[in-house]
């Protein structure tokens, strides 16, 4: 497992270098040049100044260097958009209500997503599996915004019950989290379900019954045990895509998190942050895809990792 999780880390060190790169030439190509605000009230003096301290005046390969032997070192320096203030530091206030968010409806999202897709696939009434089934098609057909505007409306215009504004408390968490993990939790459900009803028909299922076994030893012992595997599977990539997919539902709820941050470093050509930021973003996938792929193999012993 050790070649591996080695094999897995030098190809996740080339795709980043790889996406650093495509996002690197990317954002120079954008029209515009990121002092282009203040360019009316600075003089040509300063203007040369900050070009100069940003490597901006140097030719675009030499510039592509300099940002790599900076990285390497986790240097990104000084954000250009937020005048006097370090990439590092930006990232450090903001990262952690990102991630915060993000793990809350990670867990609510499993919690619910497994909780239903079992339910769905043990069920003997129709009802249920066809209201569970409606529950997951919906939340896999509208659009996580499109969620969270008609949740704001409701619970927070209407019958004034939540805020919708920061995240000064628990309750404030409450319509964020719904809207992020809306989607998560159809996904997890149709999985569990159609995987759990696969398992309930292997011939290791009909022995344990045989045996006399009662059926619920028999569900979690054999069933979940194996149906799991594929929600295992799909549970680092989705924890990864709640983190970086968080932007549009932060901006909404005006979530002081890293969202925010990204949309405006775009928006103003902060290229120091944009490159930080698409790393971290790049290297959270990376690690998340490997941790689920480890997990699995460490629950089912017959998964070969490197194979």
């Known amino acids: 497992m050790l070649k591996y999780i080695l094999k897995r880390l030098a190809i996740g060190l080339v795709t980043l270098l790889i ?19 203040d360019n009316k009230v600075m003089s040509p003096e300063t203007y040369q100044a900050l070009q100069e301290k940003f490597h901006l005046d140097k030719p675009l390969s030499e510039q592509y260097v300099i940002f790599l032997k900076n990285a390497i070192h986790g240097d990104f320096g000084e954000s250009i958009s937020k005048k006097g203030k370090l990439v590092s530091d930006i990232i450090a206030l903001r990262f952690p ?8 409806a990670f867990v609510v999202a499993m ?7 079992i339910i769905s696939a043990l069920t003997k009434h129709r009802w249920v599996n066809n209201l569970i089934t409606l529950i997951a098609t919906l939340g896999v057909s509208i659009p996580g915004f499109l969620f969270a505007l008609l949740i704001m409306i409701v619970f927070a215009v209407k019958l004034k019950w939540l805020p919708i504004v920061g995240l000064q408390g628990p309750e404030y968490y409450i319509l ?6 809306l989607g998560p939790i159809s996904s997890v459900t149709r999985l ?3 995987s759990l009803r696969d398992v ?16 619920f030893r028999t569900i979690v012992l054999h069933g979940l045990k194996n149906a799991l595997l594929p929600v295992i599977t799909l549970a680092g990539p989705l924890f990864a895509g ?3 997919g968080s932007l549009v539902i932060e901006t909404l709820f005006s979530v002081p998190g890293i969202g925010a941050e990204f949309t405006n470093s775009i928006t103003n050509r902060d290229y120091t942050l944009v490159m930080a930021l698409t790393i971290l973003f790049g290297t959270l996938v990376i690690i998340m895809n490997l941790v689920s792929d480890v997990v699995a193999a460490i629950v089912d012993p017959r998964i070969k990792l490197g194979k």
């Open 111 to 117: 919690l619910i997503g497994l909780t239903l897709g």
């Open 242 to 244: 709640m983190i970086t």
């Open 192 to 194: 569990t379900r159609s």
């Open 176 to 181: 964020p989290v719904a809207a992020l993990s």
């Open 200 to 215: 309930m028909h292997e011939d290791y299922i009909t022995l344990s019954r045989s045996k006399g076994n009662k059926e």
């Open 19 to 37: 996406l650093s790169t495509i996002t690197f030439f990317g954002v120079r190509a954008m029209p515009g040049d990121p002092f282009e605000q």
């Open 97 to 104: 209500v990102t991630a915060k968010l993000g793990s809350i």
